[in-house]
């Protein structure tokens, strides 16, 4: 099982970039996928997550409007579209795979991690 994030960068506020989180060794059909963002100084926290089931999409109050996820199952890959980025965006992002069929904000739900990419939104 891998994970493998992709994407980040640095970009002015207001600016957008899409993240992306190429799986292999399960299905998506099988398991929910996470993004997770880490800033300095602060715990890690959920960003949003797609279900397997019938993809349906969960997102943090504080990107909600503005970022979406998405998947392409026959790619394996998971994405996260960010727009309007400010500077509180700014962190080290990571894609997950759930343990289970069905996935939360919470961390310990899931049980195979990326490896993380920083995004950095700086004037």
């Known amino acids: 099982v891998q994970l493998q994030a992709s994407g980040g960068g640095l970009v002015q506020p207001g600016g957008f970039l899409t993240l992306s989180c190429r799986t292999s060794?399960?299905?998506?059909?099988?398991?929910?996928i996470g993004w997770f963002r880490q800033a300095p100084g602060k715990e890690r926290e959920g960003v949003s997550f797609?279900?397997?089931?019938?993809?349906?999409?969960v997102y943090a109050d504080s990107v909600k409007g503005r970022f979406t996820i998405s998947r392409d199952k026959p790619k394996n890959t998971v994405y996260l579209q960010m727009n309007s980025l400010k500077p509180e965006d700014t962190a080290v992002y990571y894609c997950?795979?759930?343990?289970?069929?069905?996935?939360?904000?919470?961390?310990?739900?899931?049980?195979?991690w990326g490896q993380g990419t920083l995004v950095t939104v700086s004037s």
């Open positions: 997950a795979k759930s343990a289970n069929d069905i996935g939360t904000m919470m961390s310990s739900w899931y049980d195979e």
């Open positions: 060794g399960f299905t998506l059909d099988h398991y929910a």
């Open positions: 797609i279900n397997n089931i019938d993809g349906s999409t």
